[in-house]
């Protein structure tokens, strides 16, 4: 059984009440003891609950899937060398947080929630709307006013209340926590049971890689979701005696909106204060992350670094992928225009390099016809 346990006070709960933070304020985790057993993978399972054992949710039953995960892992040759990417924009709902939504909903639907509220930056939003459509819970999606259109629609569609909210996304977030506070909170950054989803990530490339974990993973960086939920699953196969080593963590920030990259810099564990202007990966412009400290932490244990890419090179990025047939967002260019800073300047011999595509290209309608009439 699993049990949360709060990151300030070490006060503990069961899982199964319905709460998402401490008493005293504080981050949970959930402390999950795995000792994960590869013959125990269900071959048969289309997706990422293949790994049944590993998912902390207690019945079956309970479990909200369209089959998602075990996405194709393609070999993607970049002007300046070889990225093995998981296509993560593949997922039902347009991006990898279909992962963390998944395992987050089906926990809601276990403890007996029958409506959600979560706040966004649009993909969250999205997945979180789509399972709980799936699962028949009510749902409230807040976002930045300015969020793209398709993601809007997109949250609509799948029967979600949408609240519009002026100014920044810190400003989202500050109104979905007043609302939390008779609702339970479904959130992609607060609520552990999503990295326990995103962890998924990472035993998926260890199978897709011959059962080895790859020397390097290259990841975004905005409220860290895929690389805390990335870290915990190889951190995972290594306690369980699955892989010997846990690769290289690199981080990669937009040079509009990069406080965990100024705080690594710095040698400080908590998120920088820094100017912050608009940037095309809308995705990962948080300018004070919940869990900064964490992702601090996850990228130097891994003996990791942050990489922060310019506007120009998320559009350069962009273009070289689309040229080679892959549709991908503004905020998933990102991470490969980091991908392709590494390889340039960091990168060793016969090093096997992993990335990901975060979200589909359809995410970003506006902004993406609007780069094409540019270039």
């Given at each position: 059984?699993?049990?949360?346990?709060?990151?300030?006070?070490?006060?503990?709960?069961?899982?199964?009440?319905?709460?998402?933070?401490?008493?005293?304020?504080?981050?949970?985790?959930?402390?999950?003891?795995?000792?994960?057993?590869?013959?125990?993978?269900?071959s048969?399972?289309?997706?990422?609950?293949?790994?049944?054992?590993?998912?902390?949710?207690?019945?079956?039953?309970?479990?909200?899937?369209?089959?998602?995960?075990?996405?194709?892992?393609?070999?993607?040759?970049?002007?300046?060398?070889?990225?093995?990417?998981?296509?993560?924009?593949?997922?039902?709902s347009?991006?990898?947080?279909?992962?963390?939504?998944?395992?987050?909903i089906?926990?809601?639907?276990?403890?007996?929630?029958?409506r959600?509220?979560?706040?966004?930056?649009?993909?969250?939003?999205?997945?979180?709307?789509?399972y709980?459509?799936?699962?028949?819970?009510a749902?409230?999606i807040?976002?930045?006013?300015?969020?793209?259109?398709?993601?809007?629609?997109?949250?609509?569609?799948?029967?979600?209340?949408l609240?519009?909210?002026?100014?920044?996304?810190?400003?989202?977030?500050?109104?979905?926590?007043?609302?939390?506070?008779?609702?339970?909170?479904?959130?992609?950054s607060?609520?552990?049971?999503?990295?326990?989803?995103?962890?998924?990530?990472?035993?998926?490339?260890?199978?897709?890689?011959?059962?080895?974990?790859?020397?390097?993973?290259?990841?975004?960086?905005?409220?860290?979701?895929?690389?805390?939920?990335?870290?915990?699953?190889?951190?995972?196969?290594?306690?369980?005696?699955?892989?010997?080593?846990?690769?290289?963590?690199?981080?990669?920030?937009?040079?509009?909106c990069?406080?965990?990259?100024?705080?690594?810099?710095?040698?400080?564990?908590?998120?920088?204060?820094?100017?912050?202007?608009?940037?095309?990966?809308?995705?990962?412009?948080?300018?004070?992350?919940?869990?900064?400290?964490?992702?601090?932490?996850?990228?130097?244990?891994?003996?990791?670094?942050?990489?922060?890419?310019?506007?120009?090179?998320?559009?350069?990025?962009?273009?070289?992928?689309?040229?080679?047939?892959?549709?991908?967002?503004?905020?998933?260019?990102?991470?490969?225009?980091?991908?392709?800073?590494?390889?340039?300047?960091?990168?060793?011999?016969?090093?096997?390099?992993?990335?990901?595509?975060?979200?589909?290209?359809?995410?970003?309608?506006?902004?993406?016809?609007?780069?094409?009439?540019?270039?």
């Amino acid at each position: 059984m699993a049990e949360l346990i709060c990151l300030d006070c070490g006060k503990m709960y069961s899982s199964n009440e319905l709460r998402w933070k401490c008493d005293c304020g504080g981050l949970l985790d959930l402390i999950f003891q795995l000792k994960f057993d590869p013959s125990k993978i269900n071959s048969a399972a289309h997706g990422m609950w293949r790994y049944r054992d590993a998912i902390p949710i207690d019945a079956d039953q309970n479990i909200l899937s369209f089959r998602e995960g075990f996405t194709p892992l393609l070999p993607l040759q970049l002007e300046e060398g070889l990225l093995h990417v998981k296509q993560d924009h593949l997922f039902p709902s347009g991006s990898y947080k279909d992962r963390g939504a998944s395992v987050l909903i089906s926990k809601a639907k276990e403890i007996g929630v029958n409506r959600v509220v979560e706040d966004s930056s649009g993909n969250a939003g999205c997945a979180i709307a789509a399972y709980c459509a799936l699962g028949g819970i009510a749902c409230d999606i807040y976002v930045p006013a300015s969020t793209s259109a398709g993601k809007l629609a997109q949250i609509q569609l799948y029967g979600a209340n949408l609240h519009l909210i002026p100014g920044s996304r810190q400003d989202t977030s500050t109104a979905v926590l007043e609302a939390s506070e008779k609702t339970y909170y479904a959130s992609h950054s607060w609520n552990p049971f999503f990295f326990h989803g995103t962890k998924t990530f990472a035993y998926e490339l260890w199978e897709q890689l011959s059962w080895k974990a790859p020397d390097t993973v290259i990841l975004p960086a905005g409220n860290g979701t895929l690389l805390l939920g990335a870290a915990l699953g190889f951190s995972e196969l290594a306690a369980s005696g699955c892989i010997d080593r846990l690769p290289r963590i690199i981080a990669v920030q937009s040079q509009h909106c990069a406080p965990l990259a100024a705080a690594f810099d710095n040698g400080a564990d908590t998120p920088a204060v820094v100017d912050v202007q608009d940037t095309l990966a809308e995705g990962i412009a948080i300018t004070n992350p919940i869990r900064g400290k964490q992702i601090i932490q996850a990228v130097s244990q891994s003996g990791g670094l942050f990489i922060t890419v310019s506007e120009d090179e998320i559009t350069a990025a962009l273009l070289e992928v689309s040229h080679k047939g892959h549709y991908i967002e503004p905020t998933a260019a990102a991470t490969i225009a980091g991908a392709k800073k590494y390889l340039n300047h960091h990168s060793r011999s016969g090093e096997v390099i992993a990335s990901v595509f975060t979200g589909h290209g359809l995410k970003s309608t506006e902004k993406l016809l609007k780069l094409a009439s540019e270039h």
